[in-house]
């Protein structure tokens, strides 16, 4: 069965230093996200990304933040400058086709997201 | 964001009875809702949904039951089995809103 991937699964920065978390979302998948779950909180929305641009992002999702869909393959996201509280588990999820929003979004492993 | 609570953290069942997970939110809009199992390490599985318009939707072992007026649902699983102890999240979208907001999650424990 497809699934999204996402690498790599444990990321360890320095604070104030870039990190770019990469996803291979299912190939015929239209709509991409982003989302993050701190420990012990909920998993929360970052960003939606549909053809090649941002549909929507959350409060979260600041200047620091960015996505890119650089080939017809990856989506990545990146954090500029990161700081302590953007230690978290990244997920990436993607969804199929054009039209209805009912259909699942499918999720990865996550990138556990260590800033030190 | 409050608008999906999971009011129940941990579930724990004996092996072959029957599993219900609550799950209430506050947002009108809301028309389409999900349930993911999570296990540890691992990203969050889709196990079922239902739109708005249904009240019940069944996938073998499991079933979702939607009470629109109550804004609750809930998750059946028959019979719950070992390999069923995982946390389990009901996440929500509206239309035109493709995001989801998620519960805080249910553990539950399947004893033998």
């Known amino acids: 069965e497809p699934e999204v991937t996402q690498t790599p699964s444990h990321q360890v920065t320095q604070m104030g230093q870039e990190v770019i978390l990469r996803c291979v979302p299912i190939?015929?998948?239209?709509?991409f996200y982003w989302y993050r779950q701190i420990l012990g909180q909920k998993v929360e929305f970052l960003v939606s990304?549909?053809?090649?641009?941002?549909?929507?992002k959350s409060e979260i999702f600041d200047d620091q933040f960015s996505v890119e869909r650089p080939d017809g393959s990856n989506f990545t996201l990146k954090i500029r400058s990161t700081k302590l509280e953007d230690s978290a588990m990244y997920f990436c999820?993607?969804?199929?086709?054009?039209?209805?929003?009912?259909?699942?979004?499918?999720f990865g492993d996550g990138t556990r997201l260590s800033i030190l | 964001d409050q608008q999906v609570k999971q009011n129940s953290p941990s579930l724990s069942v004996q092996e072959g009875r029957i599993s219900i997970l609550n799950c209430d939110y506050t947002?009108?809009?809301?028309?389409?809702f999900l349930w993911y199992k999570k296990y540890p390490a691992e990203g969050p599985t889709f196990l079922i949904s239902?739109?708005?318009?249904?009240d019940k939707n069944e996938d073998g072992r499991f079933t979702v039951f939607l009470n629109k007026s109550a804004k609750h649902l809930s998750l059946h699983i028959v019979p719950s089995q070992p390999g069923d102890s995982a946390v389990y999240f009901c996440?929500?979208?509206?239309?035109?809103?493709?995001?989801?907001?998620f519960g805080a999650g249910t553990t539950v424990t399947v004893r033998a």
């Open positions: 190939s015929n998948h239209l709509y």
């Open positions: 999820a993607s969804r199929g086709r054009q039209g209805t929003s009912n259909q699942p979004q499918h």
């Open positions: 990304f549909y053809n090649n641009e941002i549909s929507e």
């Open positions: 239902i739109s708005s318009i249904k």
């Open positions: 996440a929500a979208s509206a239309a035109g809103d493709y995001k989801l907001s």
């Open positions: 947002n009108s809009m809301f028309d389409y």
